[in-house]
C-alpha cells in the first residue's frame, strides 16, 4: 500500500486524537497529535523561563489556538522527521489555521510539505462532524491518564487508566468555558481550512462522528479503502 498522510479535522470532542490512534493500532500509522505535543512542550520545566513558551501557555490553557508561526514551525519540522521514516502518517490536530495549511507569501505551510514527501494524491482529509452539544458534553466528561496519556472516554466511568493504570486527569482545555472558545475558534479559524483545501483540490471525506469509535473507525476504512 502507498504511504498516506491523513488529517483529521474536526470540533473539539469530535474524536480526532482516538480516529488516529485507531490508525496507528489498526494500519501502522505515526500519529502527530499537535495538541498532546503542545501540551507538553506549552507545560514543560523550561516554558517557566522562556517568554514564548509562556505566551502560547496562556494561549493554550485559555482555549485559544496557539500562535500559527509557532505551531507552524514544529509541526513541519516534525513532518520532515517523521516522513524520513517512510511511513504512512495522521494529523489530529493540524493544520488549525489557513496560515498553518498553506502558509504565506514568504512560509511554505504544511501541505506543501506534505505534497512534497507524499504526493497530493495520497493526502486525504477526514472531517468528523459532531453538533456543538455533544463537543461540550464529550469533553467536560473526559479524562487523561496522567502517566501514559491514553484519553478515557466520557461514557466509561473509571477512576484509573486501563492501559497502565495510572491515575486519570482532567485538561484545563476541558472546562465548559474553555470549551466554547474552542469551538468558537475552530469556527472562525479552522473550518476556513476547508474551502481552500476544496479550492486547491485536496480530497476531503466528511464523517459523522457521533457513532462509537469503533463505528465511526470502520467507516472512515471503507471510505479510504483501508483494509
Known amino acids: 500500500m502507498p504511504k498516506h498522510a491523513?488529517?483529521?479535522?474536526?470540533?473539539?470532542?469530535?474524536?480526532?486524537?482516538?480516529?488516529?490512534?485507531?490508525?496507528?493500532?489498526?494500519?501502522?500509522?505515526?500519529?502527530?497529535?499537535?495538541?498532546r505535543y503542545l501540551e507538553?512542550?506549552?507545560?514543560?520545566?523550561?516554558?517557566?523561563?522562556?517568554?514564548?513558551?509562556?505566551?502560547?501557555?496562556?494561549?493554550?490553557d485559555t482555549g485559544k489556538l496557539c500562535t500559527p508561526s509557532f505551531v507552524l514551525?514544529?509541526?513541519?519540522?516534525?513532518?520532515?522527521?517523521?516522513?524520513s521514516l517512510d511511513a504512512s502518517i495522521v494529523y489530529s490536530g493540524s493544520p488549525r489555521s489557513v496560515y498553518e495549511a498553506f502558509g504565506?507569501?514568504?512560509?511554505?505551510?504544511?501541505?506543501h510539505t506534505l505534497v512534497e514527501s507524499y504526493g497530493k494524491k495520497n493526502i486525504t482529509t477526514v472531517l468528523l462532524k459532531v453538533p456543538a452539544a455533544a463537543?461540550?458534553?464529550?469533553?467536560?466528561?473526559?479524562?487523561?491518564?496522567?502517566?501514559?496519556?491514553?484519553?478515557v472516554l466520557a461514557?466509561?466511568?473509571?477512576?484509573?487508566?486501563?492501559?497502565?493504570?495510572?491515575?486519570?486527569?482532567?485538561?484545563?482545555?476541558?472546562?465548559?468555558?474553555?470549551?466554547?472558545?474552542r469551538l468558537k475558534e475552530y469556527a472562525e479559524r479552522t473550518e476556513p481550512i476547508l474551502k481552500e483545501?476544496?479550492?486547491?483540490?485536496?480530497?476531503?471525506?466528511?464523517?459523522?462522528g457521533t457513532p462509537l469509535p469503533y463505528k465511526v473507525s470502520a467507516v472512515?476504512?471503507?471510505k479510504l479503502k483501508f483494509k
Open 6 to 35: 491523513v488529517i483529521i479535522l474536526g470540533a473539539p470532542g469530535a474524536g480526532k486524537g482516538t480516529q488516529a490512534e485507531l490508525l496507528v493500532r489498526r494500519h501502522g500509522f505515526l500519529n502527530f497529535d499537535t495538541g
Open 104 to 111: 504565506d507569501k514568504k512560509t511554505t505551510g504544511l501541505m
Open 135 to 151: 463537543s461540550i458534553s464529550r469533553n467536560s466528561q473526559r479524562r487523561i491518564c496522567a502517566v501514559c496519556g491514553l484519553q
Open 40 to 60: 507538553s512542550t506549552v507545560h514543560s520545566p523550561q516554558a517557566d523561563s522562556d517568554p514564548i513558551l509562556k505566551r502560547e501557555r496562556r494561549l493554550f
Open 197 to 208: 483545501m476544496k479550492k486547491r483540490g485536496f480530497r476531503i471525506v466528511p464523517i459523522d
Open 155 to 181: 461514557n466509561v466511568k473509571h477512576p484509573r487508566c486501563p492501559l497502565c493504570d495510572g491515575t486519570t486527569r482532567t485538561r484545563t482545555l476541558d472546562d465548559p468555558k474553555v470549551i466554547e472558545k
Open 73 to 83: 514551525k514544529i509541526v513541519k519540522n516534525e513532518t520532515k522527521k517523521l516522513a
Open 220 to 222: 472512515i476504512d471503507k
